[in-house]
């Protein structure tokens, strides 16, 4: 198996330049929800654009974990995305790895964003590495679970082949253990990307900071 250069291509540039326009869409929705303006979608491009102008402030006891955490959570998250069939059934880097690999990669950056939260030995910075191993602790098995239970029925944990069966008789997704395992992966999302209930990423409280600390 040959990589596919063009879909490998397409699909990198969709996971960096649609990630920011996600995050501008829920802010912009759920404010139009609560009767309010709310950002524009494109907000979240120009708080990455003043990011990135700004200096790095790294604790004077932090080690290089810390400054290594960031490109490790980066990079894993992108292989990740790569290794999920979004342009085509058949993945860019499908010949990497396969569901398993996918939840390891996450994993993995979960595991140095965690360590990164711990090195500069802050306070709050420990509280969120404990929150976001707890968190991983319920959502991991419940995502393993979900892609088991779709890939028996496929009889591959290849992704690709995954969405290839999934693409026979609608009725097939109505079945009860789909149905099941898509409320799992939907509570897998929630706490994933720290939203209620698990985390409000709208507010800055010691009670619901996690990725924040």
């Known amino acids: 198996m040959n ?9 990198t540039a969709l996971l960096l330049l649609l990630s920011p326009l ?6 912009n929705w759920k404010a139009k929800l609560q009767n309010r303006r709310g950002p524009r979608v494109w907000q979240p491009y120009f708080d ?5 102008r700004k200096d790095r402030v790294i604790s004077e006891h932090a080690s290089w974990i ?17 290794m999920t069939p ?7 880097l499908s010949l990497f790895g396969d569901a398993l690999a ?23 910075g420990g509280m969120g590495s404990s929150r976001e191993m707890s968190i991983a602790a319920v959502a991991e098995p419940a995502l393993m679970l979900s892609i088991f239970t779709v890939a028996i029925g496929a009889g591959s944990t290849d992704l690709g082949r995954i969405v290839t069966v999934a693409q026979g008789p609608g009725w097939q997704l109505l079945a009860p253990a789909h149905l099941m395992a898509f409320a799992a992966l939907f509570v897998v999302l929630l706490a ?8 409000n990423p709208a507010t800055h409280l010691e009670l619901t900071m996690i990725h924040e600390a």
């Not at 990589?3 to 699909?11: I, S, V, Y």
């Open 86 to 92: 979004l342009v085509t059934t058949s993945p860019p």
């Open 3 to 11: 990589l596919n250069l063009p879909a490998f291509l397409l699909q």
């Open 66 to 82: 810390f400054s290594a955490a960031p490109c490790v959570l980066f990079f894993s998250s992108l292989l990740a995305g790569l």
């Open 192 to 199: 994933e990307t720290g939203r209620i209930p698990v985390d």
């Open 102 to 124: 996918v939840v390891g990669l996450l994993a993995l950056g979960r595991f140095f964003l965690a360590l990164g939260g711990l090195d500069p030995a802050s306070a709050f």
């Open 22 to 27: 996600v995050t501008g869409c829920i802010r």
């Open 48 to 52: 990455l654009a003043k990011c990135l």
